[in-house]
């Protein structure tokens, strides 16, 4: 608010001059007096499509006869008022030197009007936050609750942690009745439409009330909403008596307002104390109400209105007040367009183009140019003018209905020297991202004794739980409480964290990037101090070294002292030791970051306070209480800006553009969810029943920001309107973005006046296109070299594998990247499904059921599914499975496993014997080659070999278990074809052959088997099979029924065996490594690797 010393002065003369005697015996005309002796001044109508300060500003020097420090305004906010002071500053006809008007907000007034009218020689009432709010509801409440009432039931089995966010709510809805005006019932009966606890806290909202507002007095607390409460309780009654309602010796005005003029501007619609604070004020003290508003409203309904402008019809009806027309209005119309935007870029983009073109020559039809996604942008960033002049922009505003737009809206600004005339919330900011995740670590953090028996792998990390001594802790008792593995990892990759300087270096980086190598690597659940001490040994300096020190000192402050922290004033000592840290050790990043310094700033200053200061600050409580409290405390601060200077390019919220004026404005994300914004839903007291406790709902909250938008809209030359059309994310489910029903009416109005619908792209529905093409990419093939022949040859002349024989089939380029490259997939911890780990507890499970009858035949009656079961859950539980797998996964392998095993047990056959079980074979194979034959080495193991019986006599079969998918057709042994290629192929001739045998064949791995294991035993192998673990245990065949005698014995004799080799020359002499495309590649951590763009 200005004061007495705001003082307006000819040019820059530094004392104040002594007035004329001329002007120090002329008379003071009285401010005071009433227009016309006659009753309360009629209401002052400024047309909203004029301006209402200038028009404020002509009216203040009219009526004070130049004495505009005569006068008293009150606004509904503060950024009306700093217009109000620039404009009698620059004012022509102002007589200089003369004091500023006083300007008060509302919230301003109340306090100011409470001070003097209680006692104005007492202490004043000490406004009290969110947390004392809190805390001393829930003493109300309890001291409410009796026994056997519905109350004192629920409280009973209310713990803290419960009543905490009731306790929020109960708060704000206190404040509500409170700057309404009202004194809520009891409302009983509310059961089936709230939460019990709610409802019975609504039963009793009476007397919570009541018990609240004299607990406040009591204690010499308040809040804004108290504020006005009692203020209003000081003014005359409705019968104007003259006498107070709750003072006996009437009610004057405080010395500062005595003997003003007094002006309350701007309001649309007013709460229960405004009013009852304004109708005294018009009556009684001589004030002038200033309405902005459609001129219709002066003539009281005679013509329609703008039904965003009822409330002021009725605003005047109800008080049977006058109206006067302060000017005339302008009749200028706006000129609107409108842009659909697919996303926020389009949107900021269309916004840099309107700032960047003159409004004379800015073209106001064009589309986006339409082409494919590099070009759209390039061409249209080169179509984009260069940046205007701040004085170009004066006039200009960019409105933001979301404050979460700010930071991109301001990386695409033409000018950075803007006003930015909005708060940033708090908890967006990067700053408040950092305290997340520490409350994050904690959360989500397991103490080591829930993990000894969980095979997390913690003997991998010596010294687990204590503290570094480097962390000041070594005498403290060790920690043991283990992290989950991604909080570790997005604490450790904050940028305030690896930007910590020590003697201008940033030493964290490097060892944090260690510390996560090593966490990827290992168990879901970390200790992250015991990894630093690891890490600390390769530190500049050595393990005692400073950038030690420093890394020990950071995990101390983000995890031992948090672990600690169990009452709000800890918390706050926590983060205000956090803040400490980076303010010593962030170097130039606070110079660099303004906003982020603001940011620090506000946590310092504003929420630690908060915390610390509270009457709740040494209470303890539950961690998920304590860091409910933070976020809400958090939540409701906000970053304010500088707003200054007045004139230039505006950046403004939808809310601080009320009252003023701009010739240009531009509005994004003008859509439903932001314009008017989507209703919060209150548990507590849902909307369906605020009109029954006498509170505005969900409605007037829309109709207020209808007003002020059209309000904005009317008084502008020019509107842009940018709003985003499409799909996005929120939640499980996909939300339309639609635009806002403001927009929706602007449009039908335009339609109207057209008598034809627009579509999007006709003028002024503009859109903005951007056709995104797929870009051409095709095969990467791999050109053998020297190094990658030296490499294949090394891996020759050993033994070779059917699995690797099998990688090269599925894809030479997967081959070569992931085992000649050694370009492994990224190490990361499994936290869902873990195919191999349960595949080699079957295989071990298997062997161990399977082995005390080897040798000898068996019946299958004689296999107990119960025993095998009872092996599989015993090797599960020492597997290290039950500790690694999601709960939900264990639970079914826990059910699904032994009732699969019993389904295998049943589809084995009669009589069988087990000849071997994870037995090794070797052999040997004879390729041909362009510089002669080569005997290459093949070596495996197989799961397991029987023999059984056929119509034919006796053979062995190869087992082969799968808990995976198997694709396999007997119909590959009958392509004769495919097989004639296979013993021609030669290096220069026929390259699509191998991708043609591994669409046919699927795998090489059971094939090599039979070939090897029969080279290998001399036994004769009649079939091989897999074994569908994944399934029912069926056995797919290799060969089955469906092949005859002459077509299996060629298979295994010759087909196999060309087949191999094949394998093993392609291997070595392919010219080129070419890229398979299948379903591998949806697992193929190579595959960007495998194609080029074209």
Known sequence: MTGPDDILMPGAAAARPRRSAARRAAPRASSRAPHDGSGPRPFLIFPWDTDFLAGLTKTLIKVTGGRPGDAVFVFPHGRPGRYLVDRIRRAPDTARPCLLPRVFTVRQMFALLRAHAEDPAARPARPIPLLDRVGLLMDCVRGLAQPGDELYAHLAATDQRRFFPWGVRLAALMEEFFVQNRVPEDYQYMEGQVAPFAAALLGALGRIHEAYAAALTELGWTTPGFDAFRSVRLLPGPGETGRATERPDGFALPPLLAGKRLFVAGFSTLTGTEEALFLHLWRHEGATVCLHTDAAVAELGARPVHWTCEDHVRWLTSWRAGADMACHPSGHIPSIAFHEGYDLHSQLLVMERELRSERESAPGSDNLKESSLTPAIESTESSIPPAPDADELAGTAVVLPDTGLLMPVLHHLPDKDVNISMGYPLVRSTLVRLVETLMRLQETARPAASLAGLGEGQDEQPGEGGASPAAGTADAAPSAMHYHWRTVIECIRHPYLKMLELDGDRPLRDLFHLMENAVRGGASFVEPRALARQVAQKAPGGEHGPAAALLHRVLELCLTRWETADTPARVAEAVGALCDLLLA????????????????????????????????????????????????????????????????????????????????????????????????????????????????????????????????????????????????????LDEKKIRSRFVEELLWREERARGSLLSPGQPPLHAAACTVRPFRSALRPIERTTAINDALERLLDAPVSPSTLDAWLTCPVRFFHERLAGLAPPDEVNEGDDPLAVGELLHEVLKDFHLPHKGREVRRDELSAEHLARLFLQRLATSGLSGRLPPDALLMLEVAGPERLGRYLSRQPERFTVLDLEEPVEATIDVPGSAGHRVRRLHGRVDRVDLRGFKDGEGAVILDYKTGKVEWSTRAWSDDALWERIEVWTPDHDPGLLADVAGALHGVQLPAYVYMYGQHSGHDVHDAAWVILRDAGQELPLFGDGVDDEARDTAITTRIPALLSFLLRHMAEAPLLLPRDGKHCDWCSCAKLCKMRA
């Open 585 to 732: 050790h962030g170097g130039t990043l606070w110079e660099r970051f303004p906003i982020d310094a603001e940011c620090l700033f506000r946590l310092m200053q504003r929420v630690i306070p908060a915390l610390r200061d509270c009457e709740l600050a040494d209470t303890p409580f539950p961690r998920e209480v304590l860091h409910t409290i933070l976020r809400e405390t958090l939540r409701e601060e906000r970053v304010p800006f500088e707003a200054t200077p007045l004139a230039g390019l505006q950046v403004l919220g939808m809310l601080e553009t009320r009252l003023l004026r701009f010739r240009r404005i531009i509005v994004l994300d003008a859509t439903e969810d932001r314009l008017p914004g989507a209703p919060g839903h209150d548990p507590l007291l849902p909307d369906s029943l605020r009109a029954m406790a006498g509170l505005p709902d969900s409605r007037r909250r829309e109709r207020v920001a209808a007003h002020n938008f059209h309000r904005l809209l009317a008084g502008a030359e020019e509107a842009v309107l940018c709003y985003q059309t499409g799909v996005d994310r929120s939640g499980l």
